[in-house]
């Protein structure tokens, strides 16, 4: 089974700011990592996912993320943000084999202040 | 579709009542799930659809909770004598191979139990 931790619930950063959302995750197998956007009374959006390869993983609107192995971590990040990128933020995992179930963390809630 | 479709958005009913909520997947998309977004709780697994497989039942809270998916297309979530708790904005997903496991969301169904 797999488990996602989002260390921080709330993250206010001011407009232009560089940002960082961490997530660590908890898996016996190996995993697909993911990154969601929830922008208010919306639906998710996919921001950007590793499945293999490279470690640093690009996304939309500027974003990125780093897979670590060793950390077990994914942590998303930009380096400068705009008052549009005000959303709740999810990390998520899949495991490689098995059921094709994606295990979300709790959400970060990133508000930008102009 | 162009997208999940997901209705209705808002139903407000009475504790003990039933209700049914309805997931229209992207056309083509195999596999369907359903996930709970409660505040402060993150995103809920419920149940995952996948082809002619038996479902995935085992995020279901109580027995209260049934869904089932028609013609491998349109799936129906019923919730049985609502409770307060039950309270919450229920999720629709889809995906297939092709779109490399990103789980396209429905807007979803924001319930409330009064």
């Known amino acids: 089974a797999q488990s996602v931790t989002q260390l921080d619930s709330q993250v206010p950063v001011f407009e232009e700011a560089p940002v960082e959302l961490r997530c660590n995750y908890s898996?016996?197998?190996?995993?697909?990592l993911f990154w969601y956007v929830q922008y208010p009374n919306q639906g998710l959006q996919l921001l950007l996912k590793?499945?293999?390869?490279?470690?640093l993983v690009k996304g939309i609107n500027g974003f990125e993320a780093e897979f670590n192995k060793s950390q077990t971590s994914f942590h998303l990040r930009k380096p400068s943000v705009h008052i549009s990128d005000t959303a709740e933020y999810f990390c998520?995992?899949?495991?490689?084999?098995?059921?094709?179930?994606?295990?979300f963390g709790q959400g970060t809630r990133l508000t930008i202040n102009p | 579709g162009a997208g999940v479709s997901q209705s209705p958005s808002n139903k407000v009913t009475e504790k003990g009542k039933d209700v049914e909520l309805r997931c229209d997947p992207i056309?083509?998309?195999?596999?369907l799930y359903w996930y709970r977004q409660s505040l402060g709780q993150g995103l809920e697994f419920l149940i995952y659809?996948?082809?002619?497989?038996?479902?995935?039942k085992s995020g279901l809270p109580s027995d209260r909770f049934s869904a089932e998916r028609t013609g491998g297309s349109v799936s129906t979530l019923t919730i049985q004598r609502t409770q307060q708790e039950d309270s919450a904005v229920y999720l629709c997903?889809?995906?297939?191979?092709?779109?490399?496991?990103?789980?396209?969301f429905g807007s979803g169904t924001r319930l409330t139990v009064v």
């Open positions: 997903a889809s995906s297939s191979p092709g779109t490399n496991y990103g789980y396209t």
């Open positions: 898996s016996s197998v190996s995993v697909y």
């Open positions: 590793y499945l293999s390869g490279s470690t």
């Open positions: 998520a995992v899949m495991g490689v084999q098995g059921a094709q179930k994606l295990v």
């Open positions: 056309s083509g998309h195999t596999a």
């Open positions: 659809f996948q082809g002619n497989s038996a479902p995935d």
